[in-house]
């Protein structure tokens, strides 16, 4: 069993026309938490969409668990136990918010059959989702949507959790929720890849980090190294943490 | 320049009340920022104040003109600014054809008309170098010949933003402008919007999560939850208040 439960080699992805991933290498650790960092336009969205077949690699293999799914469909790879919150959030706008849980919990065919100790678990960190939970998810705010996108994302455990931008839009309050929930299922085992732009967030989760520029990992390492280190902070992101 | 105001500002959903009874006027040379926890109407204000959502009851004033019953479009030549939703763009066309197509919009009607080929190629000019200002400013300069489609979304934001500043309205209207963007290019907007605070003849209302960035830049901080307004004040004392500290920080735990 390999220490990464998810790995790609020199991928590249073409969009039309356009060069966006140039040879992508990043792997992450089984059991942990890593962070993908980078400016806006550096490829993260673009590499997590690659992952889940949503943009088809030109070049280059992606493993997870030890098997390439770089020719799967994304259905296939949902499959394979991994939930994905896009960028956009892929909120089902006619569909309730129970409805939209609904739909990524495979075990059951009602509410009913629901996990309810999750729901539980759920409904404590985002209020929204129990709050409007019988109600057409296109009518909640911004940041209730994005907890629905979390929500559906972790009804069922899975083994690998990928999640565009987590704390976007969302209150502080929300944010903090947000952390101890990563927390809690990372000590359960679930494998988190996430990008973030919120650095303290980033920071305080993080345990591994990749730092991409122009569709291409440029440093990759451990959190910590990378949170002491101001010079190599200015030079990777332009900022200090 | 005028003061911008809501009375009794509402709105329903069937049975649910997303703004109830706003009043609230906002001054020309202040930034005032809207927190409040999500879903506590923070957009759906905005909204109502720049007509694309119809109030049930109250009104919106702008220099003591009732703007109540006007649609978006007449809001925003009445001097109401509010960042342009990214599907009202032209996808397909290049970052710098929208931005120059918001300035000749908002210049129309400023410029003398007429089939005369020279001051259709001086307006172009004009309204191109106009354009290239405002995308060096919100620091997307290097974008202009990408399809609006193609931008990853910070940039997207950037552009929301600059479309905002051609318009050169009264009253700027910003929801999370650094939303989606790298910690090294949310400085530039809030530079930006720092700058048209120089400006005191402007009224800037901005809905931001961001507490370091509303402790910077706002005068005053008013709080909406559940669709009212719970509190109205300077930022030292709003942000210590009960109310932000418990329905919108968290008590007792650290703001992320």
């Given at each position: 069993m390999s220490a990464h439960l998810l790995e790609l080699q020199g991928v590249h992805t073409h969009i039309g026309a356009y060069h966006i991933l140039h040879g992508v290498d990043l792997a992450v650790p089984r059991g942990q938490l890593t962070m993908l960092l980078g400016r806006n336009g550096a490829g993260k969205s673009t590499t997590l969409r690659t992952i889940m077949g949503l943009w088809r690699a030109s070049q280059g293999s992606?493993?997870?668990?030890?098997?390439?799914?770089?020719?799967?469909?994304?259905p296939r790879i949902a499959q394979l136990n991994i939930a994905y919150v896009p960028?956009?959030?892929?909120i089902f706008a006619d569909l309730t918010v129970k409805e939209n849980l609904l739909l990524a919990a495979r075990g059951a065919r009602s509410a009913a059959?629901?996990?309810?100790?999750?729901?539980?678990?759920?409904?404590?960190?985002?209020?929204?989702?129990?709050?409007?939970?019988?109600?057409?998810?296109?009518?909640?705010?911004?940041?209730?949507?994005?907890?629905?996108?979390?929500?559906?994302?972790?009804v069922e455990p899975r083994d690998?959790?990928?999640?565009?931008?987590?704390?976007k839009g969302l209150a502080p309050a929300i944010v903090h929720n947000m952390i101890e929930a990563f927390a809690q299922l990372k000590r359960s085992g679930t494998t988190i890849l996430l990008v973030e732009q919120n650095l303290r967030f980033a920071q305080r989760l993080g345990d591994t980090v990749a730092v991409m520029d122009d569709g291409r990992v440029v440093h990759a390492g451990p959190m910590q190294a990378l949170a002491e280190d101001a010079a190599l902070q200015r030079s990777l992101l332009g900022l200090s943490l | 320049m005028g003061t911008l105001a809501t009375k009794d500002l509402t709105i329903r959903f069937g049975g649910h009340v997303a703004v109830n009874a706003v009043t609230c006027s906002f001054e020309p040379g202040t930034l005032t920022a809207i927190v409040g926890p999500n879903g506590a109407g923070k957009t759906t204000f905005f909204n109502l104040v720049s007509g694309q959502l119809k109030a049930t009851a109250g009104s919106v004033s702008l220099g003591g003109r009732d703007l109540t019953g006007l649609p978006p479009s007449a809001r925003t030549r009445a001097g109401l600014?509010?960042?342009?939703q990214l599907t009202n763009l032209f996808p397909g066309l290049p970052v710098l054809e929208n931005v120059r197509l918001a300035v000749q919009a908002a210049q129309a009607g400023r410029h003398r008309r007429g089939l005369n080929l020279w001051s259709l190629w001086s307006d172009h000019r004009r309204l191109t170098a106009r354009a290239e200002e405002l995308l060096q400013a919100v620091a997307l300069h290097h974008r202009r010949d990408a399809a609006v489609a193609s931008l990853p979304h910070g940039d997207q934001r950037k552009l929301e933003v600059a479309l905002l500043m051609a318009l050169e309205p009264q009253v700027y209207m910003f929801d999370e402008p650094t939303a989606g963007m790298g910690h090294d290019e949310a400085p530039v907007i809030l530079e930006l919007i720092r700058e048209l605070k120089k400006d005191k003849t402007k009224v800037i209302l901005l809905v931001e999560h961001k507490m370091d960035v509303v402790r910077e830049l706002a005068d005053r901080i008013i709080v909406l939850t559940n669709g009212t307004l719970a509190?109205?004040?300077?930022?030292?004392?709003?942000?210590?208040?009960?109310?932000?500290?418990?329905?919108?920080?968290?008590?007792?735990?650290?703001?992320?």
């Open positions: 992606i493993r997870f668990d030890g098997r390439d799914i770089a020719r799967l469909d994304t960028e956009a959030m892929g059959q629901m996990d309810a100790a999750r729901l539980e678990w759920i409904f404590g960190l985002f209020p929204a989702v129990e709050k409007f939970w019988n109600h057409p998810a296109g009518k909640l705010s911004g940041g209730q949507k994005q907890m629905v996108a979390v929500a559906r994302a972790i690998l959790l990928i999640v565009d931008e987590p704390s | 600014g509010r960042a342009f509190a109205d004040g300077p930022p030292a004392e709003v942000i210590a208040s009960s109310v932000v500290q418990e329905a919108y920080l968290g008590a007792g735990k650290e703001a992320a």
